[in-house]
């Protein structure tokens, strides 16, 4: 049985630090593309970052410069380091691997207030 379990989320003020961490369970990881998405209160689920197997980078134009997506295949995890933190990257955070059927999080909270 697959699983990816989110952990790290929480509330921090506007200029903060989060690190949200990726668990994956029952599949190798090492085979898929994983990226991170979010979804805030009355908008559709975004891509926020997404990374190749091969270590290929993508980020959302919102947050390039202050969030990065390192993986170690290892450990099977996927983390979502953000830096800079804004109000507006409040949202539930969900992660996915792009197997074919992917698998998804339940998401963990981010709030970004003062």
């Known amino acids: 049985q697959v699983q990816l379990v989110e952990s790290g989320g929480g509330l921090v003020q506007p200029g903060g630090s989060l690190r949200l961490s990726c668990a994956v369970s029952?599949?190798?990881?090492?085979?898929?593309?994983m990226g991170w998405y979010r979804q805030a209160p009355g908008k559709q689920r975004e891509l926020v970052a997404r990374?190749?197997?091969?270590?290929?980078?993508n980020y959302a134009d919102s947050v390039k410069g202050r969030f990065t997506i390192p993986r170690d295949d290892a450990k099977k995890t996927v983390d979502l380091q953000m830096n800079s933190l804004k109000s507006e990257d409040t949202a539930v955070y969900y992660c996915?691997?792009?197997?074919?059927?992917?698998?998804w999080g339940r998401g963990t909270q981010v709030t970004v207030s003062s």
């Open positions: 029952g599949s190798i990881m090492a085979f898929y593309a």
């Open positions: 990374i190749s197997r091969g270590g290929s980078k």
């Open positions: 996915n691997m792009e197997s074919r059927p992917d698998y």
